[in-house]
Structures are given as C-alpha cells and as structure tokens.
Nanobody
Framework: QVQLVESGGGLVQAGGSLRLSCATSGGHTFSTYDMAWYRQAPGKEREFVTSIGTSGVNTAYAESVKGRFTITRGNVKNTVYLQMNSLKPEDTAIYYC???????WGQGTHVTISS
C-alpha cells in the first residue's frame, strides 16, 4: 500500500522559511508519478499549492505562493520537497502531500506562521 509521510512543519515567524518533505513508500514506482502539495487553513477548504511532473522539470504553483515556494523531487529517495520562503501568516495551514495519479494523501504536517 502506498504511503505518504510529511515532515518539516512547525512554527516560524513571518518572513521565515521552512522546508517540508514527503517520503513515499509502498511498492509503487515513485518516479513515474506526478506529485503535489495542497494545504488547508482553519475554516477553509483544501487548496492546491503546487505540483511537479515526473522528471521534476514541469511545475505549477498557486498564484499566492509563486516566487516564494519551490517544489522539487528526489526520485532516488522517493521524496518530494517544498521549500517555503518569505512565509506569511496566511500561509498557516495543514500541508498535505498528494499523489494525483493514484489518489493517495499524506496525513499532513502543520505549518504556523506568526506575525
């Protein structure tokens, strides 16, 4: 069974940085699947943050994070990363790793940005 495990969340001040990781396992060929990050802020619906294609070349970002967040992947380590810079209080949310091809989600990692 495919598992996605996020890590790297925490509490940082506005303007700071965090790097999230999503380690995948479970007998699937990680390098053949797109990957994505979503987030859900308190009282709001889950929203798309960013995605990355199989080779790591093709990426997409929500307008709200463009220029601040960067998604990368390590196909040897079966891990996808989210580097978040210039964080804002409105980035506070639970961040979820997602395999859009297989439909799997991680359990989420909490990110809190203080003003």
């Amino acid at each position: 069974q495919v598992q996605l495990v996020e890590s790297g969340g925490g509490l940082v001040q506005a303007g700071g940085s965090l790097r999230l990781s999503c380690a995948t396992s479970g007998g699937h060929t990680f390098s053949t699947y797109d990957m994505a990050w979503y987030r859900q802020a308190p009282g709001k619906e889950r929203e798309f943050v960013t995605s990355i294609g199989t080779s790591g070349v093709n990426t997409a970002y929500a307008e709200s994070v463009k220029g601040r967040f960067t998604i990368t992947r390590g196909n040897v380590k079966n891990t996808v990363y989210l580097q978040m810079n210039s964080l804002k209080p409105e980035d506070t949310a639970i961040y979820y790793c997602h395999n859009p091809n297989l439909g799997y989600w991680g359990q989420g990692t909490h990110v809190t940005i203080s003003s």
